[in-house]
């Protein structure tokens, strides 16, 4: 990445050139980090994630040209939308997809398993944010699969998901029994954003399953490793909600396996909250986890050691678990697991920015209907 006094790269020569021709300001800065600060996020948001019209220099070419002249359709149960049912809004989007289709989605709980291809990318899925609609069903790893229990999986590029409830309704897993897991989500394509969803469940909630993501404003909750998976994603402003009792619950069980691999979990001006307290902050499912905690306040949810080897004491050597300028009564750092990583400003930076998604290629501001 290029700091301020750096030789010029390509990309910042062409957005010099296209403010001289067309005399529009291009700001599209994956360098400025989160604001300490939570209410000047809003303001950097706004700053640092501008419209398309703003953006056409430094987006992806064929993002560019999706977003040109987008298309809603609109799912209401009542008959009075192009479709009763989710499924068929997106069995009308033809494979190999090329422009933004915006799914409108009316109020209502929606019972159906849902799975866009990856060669349907651009597709949006709306909903009000005075009547979040719910998308349903009941699908657990003994049926079919952890990875294929989830409601709505997602294997296309592009995706965008403002104001939807994810749920997978079945019941708490008896930990004794083994299959219990049930995904409200899994993203596994690239490029995507979340805009003030939920996503509902208990273990396995949210397949953050691979590619560069980022959540704003969202609100997801489980029991164990409710966030899992190799993605390498920012979470902004959400909050962790851990459905507690007296077993032990872990937030995060992030997927990387080795020391080369470029992935992690960045939960930024985040808000942990449940019940019970014996909450980990993450385990190590696989040798390199990553997860960063900055700025995220940490009810007494959390476990005063927050951090679990995942009985591999040699994983101490290889998890990367960081935390910077938490507050809150599980923030605080006396009885933390050893192997903790306590961040300087320095290290934090690059967890702090859109760089770290590459966002500037690709990330807009919700749609507005």
Excluded at 322 to 342: H, L, P
Aim: proline share 5%; net charge positive; charged share 20%.
């Amino acid at each position: 990445m290029s700091s301020k006094g750096s030789t010029p790269t390509a990309i910042h020569l062409a957005i010099l050139l296209a403010i001289f021709l067309t005399g529009h300001v291009v700001v599209s800065d994956d360098t400025t980090p989160i604001p300490a600060d939570a209410s000047a996020v809003a303001g950097w948001f706004s700053a640092n994630v501008q419209a398309l019209r703003s953006r056409k220099v430094t987006l992806d070419p064929e993002l560019v040209a999706a977003e040109a002249n987008p298309q809603v359709i609109t799912v209401r149960q009542d008959g009075t939308g192009d479709f009763k049912k989710i499924n068929d809004a997106i069995k009308s989007i033809p494979s190999g997809n090329t422009k933004r289709v915006i799914i409108r989605i009316g109020a209502g709980e929606y019972r159906e398993k849902i799975k866009i291809e990856r060669t349907k990318p651009f597709i949006t899925f709306y909903g009000s944010p005075n009547a979040m609609p719910t998308i349903t069903q009941y699908s657990t790893a003994l049926q079919c699969g952890t990875m294929d229990s989830a409601t709505v999986i997602v294997e296309s590029d592009y995706f965008v998901a403002a104001n939807i409830i994810f749920k997978n309704s079945a019941p708490r897993p008896d930990s004794t029994k083994n299959g219990g897991q049930a995904l409200a989500l899994r993203i596994s394509g690239t490029k995507a954003a979340f805009y003030k969803c939920k996503m509902l469940g208990f273990q396995d909630t949210l397949c953050d399953d691979k590619g560069v993501h980022f959540f704003k404003d969202c609100y997801i909750e489980g029991t164990v490793d409710f966030i899992f998976g190799r993605g390498k994603s920012i979470y902004l402003n959400t909050q962790l909600h851990v459905l507690g009792d007296k077993d032990i619950t872990v937030i995060t069980a992030q997927a990387r396996d080795s020391l080369a691999e470029d992935v992690g979990y960045s939960f930024v001006h985040c808000h942990i909250t449940g019940t019970g307290k014996r909450t980990y902050l993450g385990r190590a499912w696989m040798p390199y986890p990553r997860v960063i905690f900055a700025y995220t306040s940490m009810t007494d949810v959390v476990l005063p050691v927050a951090w679990d080897e995942n009985a591999r004491p040699e994983r101490r050597q290889t998890v990367y678990f960081a935390e910077y300028k938490c507050n809150g009564a599980g923030a605080n750092m006396i009885g933390r697991a050893k192997f903790t990583k306590k961040l300087t400003d320095a290290q934090v930076r690059p967890y702090l920015t859109l760089g770290y998604i590459q966002g500037s290629k690709w990330l807009l501001p919700p749609p507005s209907l």
